[in-house]
């Protein structure tokens, strides 16, 4: 329980550092909000007035502390450009983007895995050679190329989804799944090609160790040996390289979207910095630290659930 609450400082403490930073940088890039509102119509009474309004004639530790109390409650300001609560603008947008992100992590676990063993134990000869060629090939393709296969291939093809037509998760959660899948593969293929390889690195240096070599020797099974002791020590520079990959996901997710048209946060991303829309942009930045920073966390408490050695030490 000390080692949870030492985590739980540690993330709050971050994400302060990153609201603080992110409201700081946002502030002096965009200059005077109320100017860039006003336009052409801009009056130094309508200025006044505006900037009155909109809080921005209070000191900056003023103005900073009531956008943090704003954000925690749900109250990310008001978009510049569609001049809606954003939240109201992004909230839909982050349900997409999440369920691929979820979809593509579930992939991620799911193949690498059993892959990382079966690679394992034929690490040695021309077939390892082969593996590693395969881990290679699928590491080296970005993203965007694989999804402008994939609409080719499976949509335009085959006709598997229709590019471009998403039908929306409101108006069809089903056939809005049916169209993420695609685009959850195309951003977990190079990812699962590297826990694989990370997995299996991991399991060949362990076979090498005393203990397994003892066991071998005592009798026991070797596939018993491989799934009892050698998968699960393992498992922990493992789940490390995969709460890494789950920040990775996101910025692969941002990626892919703009190939399959979804409008997740990417797309929106995207369309709010050209409009310069800072606070829609300076929301979306903190949400995905956000993301990154809570990934790392669970990460480290899942290493020490699986390795009490870890546990132990964070709790000295």
């Not at 994400?15 to 909000?33: E, H, R, W, Y």
Request: charged share 15%.
């Amino acid at each position: 329980m000390k080692s949870v609450g030492k985590r739980a400082a540690i993330f709050g403490i971050t994400m302060l550092i990153v609201s603080f930073v992110t409201f700081a940088a946002f502030t002096l890039i965009s200059g005077d909000p109320a100017m860039r509102l006003l336009g052409t119509e801009a009056t130094p009474e309508r200025l006044q007035s505006l900037r009155e309004q909109m809080g921005l004639n209070q000191p900056f530790a003023v103005r900073y502390l009531r956008w943090l109390a704003g954000f925690v409650t749900g109250d990310l300001g008001t978009s510049y450009s569609y001049n809606q609560p954003v939240w109201q603008l992004i909230s839909p947008k982050v349900e997409v983007t999440l369920c691929m992100v979820v979809m593509s992590f579930g992939l991620i676990v799911l193949i690498s895995i059993p892959l990382g063993l079966f690679s394992a134990q034929r690490a040695q000869g021309a077939e390892g050679a082969l593996h590693t060629s395969l881990i290679q090939l699928a590491m080296a393709v970005p993203p965007f190329f694989t999804g402008i296969l994939c609409s080719w291939v499976f949509g335009i093809t085959l006709r598997f989804f229709m590019p471009g037509n998403f039908p929306g998760l409101h108006q069809n959660f089903a056939g809005s799944l049916h169209y993420l899948f695609f685009g959850a593969i195309c951003v977990a293929i190079p990812r699962i090609a590297m826990t694989v390889r990370m997995l299996r690195s991991t399991i060949v240096g362990e076979m090498q160790k005393s203990y397994v070599r003892t066991a071998i020797a005592r009798g026991n099974d070797r596939r018993q040996v491989l799934s009892r002791h050698v998968l699960k020590n393992s498992l922990v520079p493992t789940v490390t390289f995969l709460a890494q990959t789950m920040a990775e996901i996101v910025g692969g997710s941002i990626v892919v979207e703009q190939v399959f048209s979804i409008p997740g946060l990417g797309r929106f991303l995207v369309t709010s910095i050209s409009n310069r829309d800072y606070p829609v942009v300076e929301a979306l930045v903190v949400i995905l630290a956000f993301w990154v920073v809570l990934s790392g966390t669970l990460g480290d408490l899942i290493n020490q659930r699986i390795d009490p050695r870890l546990r132990l030490g964070g709790e000295s």
